[in-house]
């Protein structure tokens, strides 16, 4: 048994169902390009108290051109309609944006397989049914495992990326919830591979890589899959594939526990480095955890961390878009609590890039560092800050935007 998991483009439809094969396990994401209109609905609707059927219409024409079937479009319809009160209802109703959201995008990927679901002439599975969910952000390993074990079977399609919590609400399962399904489902099952098709962008250069290095390579903001889905996979010792819609002749790139021996470097831009420092930071128990409680609650992802021993600073790299939100929510946090008397703490933040040399041949080879840092002086690139991982798989320097590009083209 395998299982596949796919983004689906609308021009690649007959492929996606061709390889949903009666021994296969398949899971479907809807394109970037339908989930925006979905999300156009939402906002005229909701943010601009105005009716949205005509942008209704336009995801109704785009469903009727996936597959032509009189019960296809029926079902369509029924979705649609329903999609569209929903709308009206929560226009006059507080309910939070991204409730709204996750509800009509769960909607938008079940009718994305129920289209894959014909052409292959498969079974549908109601993703949201399996995947258990604590929060909107976390899953429940366990529970999710028992749902897998007795509803999934091979010849499914099922809608991905979408749980629930035990509430019974319709959540997002975190970054890339398809793949992370997909891996989940082929780990509980003890599949004979995982495949995770992408559209030519990612991992053409690759033949193999590990578990820990694919983690790495997928960090990127724009990577193919986010590095969550690796570990189900990885815990089973179950290779993953990563292969190309767009070329089947692409053999694709084997991620598994065997050594390749190689390193890479990844850039990641569009970063603004926080650092946060002052005397009121010296020996305070606990002052770590207040900043990053907060910056979780203002629900801001931190890239990267350094910290020295001195306890003077702490720095952290979060993206550009959600610099201003880190900004006040620390700010906040010293104004607002009064077990916080640092009246000399500083928040400076910079734009800046973080370029990671990664790979397995780093691991016990002395001089690595030395020669990356070399490189970096000798080109006169600034290293602001720097940090390497205890596994000896990574070290990330943060330098200034405009260096970014040209530093990691040093280290290729």
Known sequence: ?????????????????????????????????????????????????????????????YYYSLEESPSYREKVDTILDTVSGYLREAMYVQTERSAIQDYVMAKC??????????????????????????????FDWRQSQVQIRERCMPGQIIPGGYGRLNTGYIVKVGKDGAHLMASLIGATLDAQSIEFYTDGRAFRSEAAMTYDEAAHYCSQEHAAFASSAVWPAKNAGIPI??????????????ISNASANKTAVICDKDLDLITVYGTGLLGRVGMSGAIFSCLASANVNVRFIAQTSSEYSISFAVKSVDKDRCVEAIQSL?????????????????LVGIVTVFGSRMRNLPGTSAAIYNKMGEAGINIIASAQGGEELSISLVVKAADAERAAALLQ
């Open 241 to 254: 594939v990563v292969k190309d819609i767009t070329d089947p002749s692409f053999e694709g790139t084997l």
């Open 1 to 61: 048994m395998i299982v596949r998991s796919f983004y689906l483009k609308k021009q690649y439809a007959s492929q996606i169902a061709a390889l949903c094969t009666p021994e296969v396990i398949a899971v479907i994401r809807p394109e970037r390009a339908v989930e925006a209109m979905f999300s156009e609905a939402i906002s005229v609707t909701i943010d601009q108290k105005k009716n949205a059927s005509a942008h209704m219409e336009s995801i109704r024409e």
């Open 334 to 350: 010293f104004k607002d609590n009064p077990l916080l008397p640092l009246d000399d703490v500083v928040v400076a933040n910079q």
């Open 109 to 138: 990927a079940r009718l994305c397989a129920e289209a894959i679901c014909i052409k292959a002439q498969g079974k549908l599975l109601d993703g949201t049914e399996l995947m258990i969910c604590h929060t909107v952000q976390h």
